[in-house]
Every structure is written in structure tokens, then in C-alpha cells.
């Protein structure tokens, strides 16, 4: 299978501290994408970053991606109660067309 | 809001029955994937259209069929209804034919099977 696998699979912080989620995959890759998911609702593409990249930003998002341990790590500094959610790292494998997602990381930010 | 709708957002029927989700990709996509969420299996990849044809499979039962139209709505059938077949379904578009830049995913499909 190439699904991804994050972990861990729950993480609950306070409000202001960092949040880091990782992710690993099985194959070589094209791209790796991050996604969230608040409660039963669609997902949220939030930031990706391809093979040839070795970090990337995007606010208070911070991904990293190292293809020779073939994982992928993702950290929202000074988290949010509105961060609370489900991240999934998505990775677009050798098979076209097609992501694969990982069972997720259920994030809780409390106030 | 994604641009991506899908309808109807809740689904209660029986076993053995047939249902029709339907989609409606985000201005200017030609892809449309359908995945199916569930407790157990996580988030399943079931099938991706290209401009009208079949592009990708991944764990699509023989029981789900799904089509992409003219207009690029996309429709996903499922027949023969079982209890495990109660998930949310959700669909996604994007621009080109491979997954080489974001999805944009729909609300869902709330399916439940009794």
C-alpha cells in the first residue's frame, strides 16, 4: 500500500504552544500535500510541497519533507483554538492520478 | 467554501437500495476524485474522472459505479446497499488530469445505511 501514515494520531496542546505532525510514506513521491479537517466536514488543501523542496512556509504553517527517510513533518506555531482539527498528509505516488492519505492526526488546541 | 458542491449532504436509506451522489467540481476543473471516509478504512480513494473519462481506480466496489458528464458533473452510484457502505463520501476537483496541485474538496455526503 502507499498510504501515508501520520503520527501522532493525537496530540492535544494549549493555546500558543507549537503542534508538530508527522508524516511517512512508502514510495517515491512527485508531491506531498497537507490537509485538515475540521469535524465531518471536506478537507482543506493547506500547503504542498514537491520532491525537488526541502521546506516550505505558508503563515503559521511550516512543512518539511526528507525524501531519503521518505517523511514529511508539518508545525503550526502559536496554535489556535480554531486550529483544533484532523491533518492528513496526502502523497501523490507512482500510481497517476491519485492521492493517498494517511489515517490522520487529530489535533486539540484548548483555550 | 471550495467551489466544489455536492449533493445531498445527508443520506438515510435501507438495505439493498440505490442512491445517487452527486458533484459539481469547482469552476474550470476537469478532475473529479471520489473518496470514501470512513471509522475504519480512514479516507479510501474510490475513483477519478478526466474531462469525462475514467482517468484512475482505486478501491471502488463493483456494487459503485460513477460518471463524469458533458457539463463535468460527476455522479456516484451505489447500489446493493450494505451496512458498511454507511460513510462520508466526499468529492474533489482539480485542474489537471494527475494530482500534481491541490484537491478541492466538497462538503460531503453523509450516507447512512440501516
Known amino acids: 500500500s502507499q498510504q501515508g501514515e501520520e503520527d501522532p494520531q493525537a496530540l492535544s496542546i494549549q493555546e500558543g504552544e507549537n503542534a508538530t505532525m508527522n508524516c511517512s510514506y512508502k514510495?517515491?513521491?512527485?508531491?506531498l500535500q497537507w490537509y485538515r479537517q475540521n469535524s465531518g466536514r471536506g478537507l482543506v488543501h493547506l500547503i504542498l510541497?514537491?520532491?525537488?523542496?526541502r521546506e516550505k512556509h505558508s503563515g503559521r504553517l511550516r512543512v518539511t519533507l526528507d525524501t531519503s527517510k521518505k517523511s514529511s513533518s508539518l508545525l503550526i506555531t502559536a496554535s489556535r483554538a480554531a486550529d483544533t482539527a484532523s491533518y492528513f498528509c496526502?502523497?501523490?505516488?507512482?500510481?497517476?492520478?491519485?492521492?493517498?492519505f494517511g489515517r490522520g492526526t487529530q489535533l486539540t488546541v484548548w483555550p | 467554501d471550495s467551489g466544489v458542491t455536492q449533493t445531498p449532504k445527508h443520506l438515510i436509506t435501507a438495505t439493498g437500495q440505490r442512491v445517487t451522489l452527486r458533484c459539481s467540481p469547482r469552476?474550470?476543473?476537469?478532475?473529479v476524485y471520489w473518496y470514501q471516509q470512513s471509522l475504519d478504512q480512514g479516507l479510501q480513494f474510490l475513483i477519478q474522472?478526466?474531462?469525462?473519462?475514467?482517468?484512475a481506480k482505486g478501491n471502488i466496489l463493483e456494487r459503485f459505479s460513477a460518471q463524469q458528464f458533458p457539463d463535468l458533473h460527476s455522479e456516484l452510484n451505489l447500489s446493493s446497499l450494505e451496512l458498511g457502505d454507511s460513510a462520508l463520501y466526499f468529492c474533489?476537483?482539480?485542474?489537471?488530469?494527475?494530482?500534481?496541485?491541490?484537491?478541492?474538496f466538497g462538503p460531503g455526503t453523509r450516507l447512512t445505511v440501516l
Open positions: 474533489a476537483s482539480g485542474l489537471g488530469r494527475d494530482s500534481y496541485n491541490e484537491q478541492f
Open positions: 514510495t517515491s513521491i512527485n508531491n
Open positions: 510541497i514537491r520532491s525537488n523542496e
Open positions: 496526502a502523497n501523490r505516488g507512482s500510481t497517476l492520478g491519485r492521492l493517498y
Open positions: 469552476s474550470g476543473d476537469l478532475s
Open positions: 474522472y478526466y474531462n469525462g473519462e475514467e482517468r
